[in-house]
Structures are given as structure tokens and as C-alpha cells.
């Protein structure tokens, strides 16, 4: 699976969920592929950061904004915030 087609998918889902809601990167990885979705989880984390680096989306953790850098566990993914 490209990045590319990765980075489509959380584009596409985060602008479909909308402003102030988020997603669950296993949401793009179902997307993908629906049936074996689990081994894309690696990649779906790499094209978010790369995302999130360029200020497309952001990267939550308990709700709030997270350094694409130096984040651990959990995390969600969402448009940015009209004013940021």
C-alpha cells in the first residue's frame, strides 16, 4: 500500500468526520483493507505524522494536540482547528 493511498484515506476521513471530531487510525487502515487491516497500522501512523509535520491534520491524545514527533499510546486524528 503507497503512502500516497494512506494519506488520501486519513485526509478523506478526517475532512468527512469534520471540524472538532476526530478518527481512529484503525478507521484508515479498515478502509484500506477491511479484511487484514491490522498490518497496515504502522504505516497509517507514519503517513499521519507526515500529515501532521506539513499542518494537514493533528495528531490528538486525550483530546489534545500532540507533537508529531513525541507522542506514545493512544492517539486520534482530526482536521486543525479553524483558528490554529
Do not use: Q
Not at 500529515?51 to 492517539?75: C, E, H, S
Amino acid at each position: 500500500m503507497s503512502p500516497e493511498t494512506i494519506e488520501a484515506s486519513i485526509l478523506r476521513l478526517t475532512e468527512k468526520r469534520g471540524p472538532g471530531k476526530s478518527i481512529c487510525p484503525s478507521d484508515v487502515a479498515k478502509d484500506i483493507e477491511p479484511d487484514n487491516w491490522n498490518r497496515h497500522m504502522r504505516a497509517v501512523r507514519a503517513a499521519a505524522i507526515g500529515l501532521a509535520r506539513a499542518g494537514r491534520i493533528v495528531i490528538l491524545r486525550k483530546g489534545r494536540p500532540v507533537d508529531p514527533d513525541d507522542f506514545r499510546g493512544v492517539y486520534r486524528l482530526a482536521v486543525p482547528a479553524a483558528d490554529a
